[in-house]
C-alpha cells in the first residue's frame, strides 16, 4: 500500500512538470525570464540586494546554470540631452531559470526573505518569459 502512495504521489509530481515543458514553445537560446519593476522611493540599494539574495539562494542550493542580472534604466533629459540613471525602475534578467518542478521542494526561509526584500523595494510592473538569442562573447 505504501509503495502505490508513493507512486502515486511521484506520478502527481511529474505531471505538471511535464505539462510545463510541453506548454513551453521550442527555444533556440535561452529562456529568460525578464521583469519590470517600480523602486519603492529611496529602495534601490535595498532591491539590489534582494538581486544579490536571489542569486545566493540559487547557488546555496545547487543552481550554477542560471545567471540572474539587473539593469539600470537610463532616462534621457528633454533639455539637455544628458542620460543618468533613474531609481524608480530596474530590468531584472533570470535566464535559464530552472523550473518550479526543481525548486519547488528546495524553498524554505532564506526564499522568503528575498521574495520580501524584493516586495519591500519594489513593485513588479510587467513579467515576460522570453527566448533570448545566445550572447556571444
Not at 507512486?7 to 509530481?13: T, W, Y
Not at 515543458?21 to 540586494?49: E, N, W
Not at 539593469?71 to 543618468?84: E, I, N, W, Y
Request: proline residues 5%; charged residues 25%.
Amino acid at each position: 500500500m505504501r509503495m502505490v502512495l508513493f507512486l502515486a504521489a511521484l506520478a502527481a509530481f511529474q505531471v505538471p512538470s511535464a505539462l510545463a515543458q510541453d506548454s513551453t514553445p521550442a527555444c533556440d537560446g535561452d529562456i529568460a525570464i525578464v521583469r519590470i519593476s517600480a523602486i519603492k522611493p529611496g529602495h534601490m540599494q535595498g532591491f539590489l540586494a534582494a538581486v544579490a539574495a536571489h542569486k545566493a539562494w540559487y547557488r546555496n542550493h545547487g543552481f550554477k546554470d542560471n545567471v540572474i542580472v539587473a539593469s539600470r534604466v537610463m532616462l534621457r533629459d528633454d533639455k539637455t540631452g544628458a542620460r543618468k540613471y533613474t531609481d524608480a525602475e530596474i530590468i531584472t534578467y533570470h535566464i535559464r531559470p530552472p523550473g518550479s518542478a526543481q525548486t519547488q521542494s528546495k524553498r524554505d526561509a532564506a526564499w522568503d526573505a528575498y521574495v520580501k526584500q524584493y516586495r519591500d523595494a519594489s513593485d513588479l510592473k510587467n513579467e515576460y518569459m522570453t527566448c533570448m538569442p545566445k550572447l556571444v562573447p
